[in-house]
């Protein structure tokens, strides 16, 4: 009789055993779908982040080229600048030594025109003599036709 309880004991530890191992195969099987799922959700987020990525790449690619057309253009502006800036330095020197060259003569007309006007003035005085004198013969010439006749 006490074989029979320990073999009734050993069928229902069996039974229950057997019942945890089914519940255990379901929860595996279950997992594994899971598993099976996630890992599909998974390949499927990398395909749509590396065609993402890709996406991000050719858009970065093509505004890197933006940016360096830009900054090429900028630095053919910055280089005319620098080009113009030099020439109108350039102008700016030459104007400079013109107006220089324009400053010494002005200086040596105005020193010729003070001599002529020193000469015109010597010369009027000269002429203002020279009537006087003549003036004088004159009147003496008179003087004397008068005393002749």
């Not at 073999?7 to 519940?23: G, I, N, T, V, W």
């Not at 598993?35 to 998974?42: N, P, S, T």
């Not at 280089?79 to 040596?108: M, P």
């Not at 009027?124 to 004159?138: C, D, P, S």
Request: charge should be positive; hydrophobic fraction near 35%; aromatic fraction near 2%.
């Amino acid at each position: 009789q006490r074989a029979m309880i320990d073999a009734a004991r050993l069928a229902d530890e069996l039974r229950s055993e057997q019942d945890l191992a089914q519940c255990l195969e379901r929860e595996r099987k279950l997992l594994e779908a899971q598993v099976k799922d996630m890992q599909a959700r998974v390949d499927e987020a990398q395909t749509q982040a590396l065609k993402g990525g890709k996406k991000a790449m050719t858009r970065m690619d093509t505004r890197i080229r933006e940016l360096e057309s830009e900054m090429d253009a900028e630095n053919r502006r910055n280089a005319d600048s620098q080009k113009n800036f030099r020439k109108s330095e350039r102008k700016i020197k030459e104007l400079a030594y013109q107006q220089d060259e324009d400053r010494k003569n002005h200086e040596r007309m105005q020193g010729l025109i003070d001599q002529l006007q020193g000469k015109i003035k010597s010369y009027k005085k000269q002429i203002e003599e020279a009537e006087e004198i003549a003036a004088l013969n004159l009147a003496k010439f008179k003087q004397a036709q008068n005393n002749v006749s």
